[in-house]
């Protein structure tokens, strides 16, 4: 599950599930949401991505990052994101999604996740992530 959190120059998108894959995947499911909206794209398209960082709080936004890279450059609009493989400073992960048309306006600007506040561990729910994004 992610959720929004309000903030005065950026928005807050933190997410909670019971593995590191899951809360990553929900990280990109919330920033997918907080771009194009609602509106649910076809798997026409597959792209892998990996990343390395040196903690698990630098792959975080790198690999959200990434993300924004992807929305922008390829236009991609994401169905979904699927976590691969995971190891704290490394991840593989499939974005599946089609090009964006008339039919995908992005909703919301976004120039990129950010350090401040960023966090990415485990605790007594399993795993939870927090980031702020620059719109």
């Avoid at 990280?27 to 903690?55: D, P």
């Avoid at 950010?114 to 992530?129: I, S």
């Amino acid at each position: 599950m992610f959720k929004f959190i309000d903030h005065t120059a950026d928005i807050g998108l933190e997410a909670h599930a019971a593995t590191p894959q899951k809360t990553l995947e929900e990280m990109a499911k919330g920033l997918a949401h907080l771009i194009f909206g609602k509106k649910k794209a076809q798997a026409l398209v597959k792209k892998e991505l990996n990343i390395e960082a040196e903690n698990p709080v630098d792959l975080l936004v790198a690999f959200l990052n990434e993300l924004i890279y992807y929305y922008e450059t390829e236009q991609l609009a994401p169905q979904g994101v699927q976590i691969v493989s995971f190891d704290g400073t490394a991840l593989r992960a499939i974005i599946v999604g089609q090009s964006i048309d008339s039919e995908y306006v992005v909703e919301q600007q976004v120039k990129a996740v950010t350090y401040h506040k960023a966090c990415f561990c485990e605790d007594e729910n399993g795993w939870c992530a927090r980031v702020y994004i620059d719109v």
